[in-house]
């Protein structure tokens, strides 16, 4: 009996010892050093194409105004524990004139994006509102669904 749970916990220590990763596992989601890259335009003198070959197409394009960009990257880590820690998260905002120039240029990190203020304005929706044939819509749609569960 003795013999067998020394085979037992050995097997189990090698099994948490092979699948346990060591190594902290690293993520970036968006453009790789995009600190770095940000240093490299400047103002005034970078045209719209050469934003494309230093950093790619945009990610997020302002939705009535194309001449502004944003390029974004989310660094994250876990340690051996799997406990996931933000370690970088960098915005880079540019904003190109009507000649496609660069005009501004806008950096934030981690520290500078918890200060950001958020407009307290609710955004009304352009589909259903909540009109008559909307509520008739979903209590039909709840009438069905009642039905369906009730015939199961």
Known sequence: MNF?????????IFTLVTF????????????????????????GLINKNDVIKNLGPPPLKE???SDIWIYFEVRDTRNIYGTKKIVANNTLILQFDNKGILAKKIFLNKDQMQNIQFEDNETISRGIDNSLLKNILSSTRKRMENLANKNK
């Open 4 to 12: 067998f749970i020394k085979k037992v916990l050995t097997l189990l």
């Open 63 to 65: 939705f009535n105004n």
């Open 20 to 43: 346990c990763s060591i190594k902290k596992v690293d993520n970036v989601h968006g453009i790789i050093n995009l600190d770095n890259k940000a240093k490299s335009l400047n103002e």
